[in-house]
C-alpha cells in the first residue's frame, strides 16, 4: 500500500523558517512530479511549489523568494523550505505525489493528510 506523510509543521514568528518533510513509502515502482499544496480556513486548497521527476521547479507567486522545494528521489522524500514566512502563510500544507505503485502500470495522485504551519505576527 502506497501512502505519503508529511511531517515539519508547526508554530513560527513572522520572518522565521521551517522546513517541511514528505515521505512516500510502499510498493512503489516510481514517482513523477511532487508537490506542496496549501489550504487556509475559509479559502480553496492551493498549489505552492512543485518538482517533476528531473529537478524542474514551479512556484506560486505568493513564495517564490523564500520557499525552496526538493526531492531526493532515491529516499523518495520531498521537502519544502520555507524562509521569511508571514502570517498569510498559515494553512495546512499538504503533499502531494503522482506514484506509479509496482501492482499497476498506471500513476495515481496521493495525498498527505497534511501538516499545520502556523505564523504569528
Known amino acids: 500500500q502506497v501512502q505519503v506523510v508529511e511531517s515539519g509543521g508547526g508554530l513560527v514568528q513572522a520572518g522565521g523558517s521551517l522546513r517541511l518533510s514528505c515521505a512516500a513509502s510502499?510498493?512503489?515502482?516510481?514517482?513523477?512530479?511532487m508537490a506542496w499544496y496549501r489550504e487556509a480556513p475559509g479559502k480553496q486548497r492551493e498549489l505552492v511549489a512543485r518538482i517533476t521527476s528531473g529537478g524542474n521547479t514551479d512556484y506560486a507567486d505568493s513564495v517564490k523568494g523564500r520557499f525552496t522545494v526538493s526531492r531526493d528521489n532515491a529516499e523518495k522524500t520531498l521537502l519544502l523550505q520555507m524562509n521569511s514566512l508571514k502570517p498569510e502563510d498559515t494553512a495546512v500544507y499538504y503533499c502531494?505525489?503522482?506514484?506509479?505503485?509496482?501492482?499497476?502500470?498506471?500513476?495515481?495522485?496521493?495525498w498527505g493528510r497534511g501538516t499545520q504551519v502556523t505564523v504569528s505576527s
Open positions: 510502499g510498493n512503489i515502482l516510481r514517482i513523477n512530479d
Open positions: 502531494h505525489a503522482d506514484i506509479v505503485p509496482t501492482s499497476n502500470p498506471h500513476a495515481y495522485r496521493y
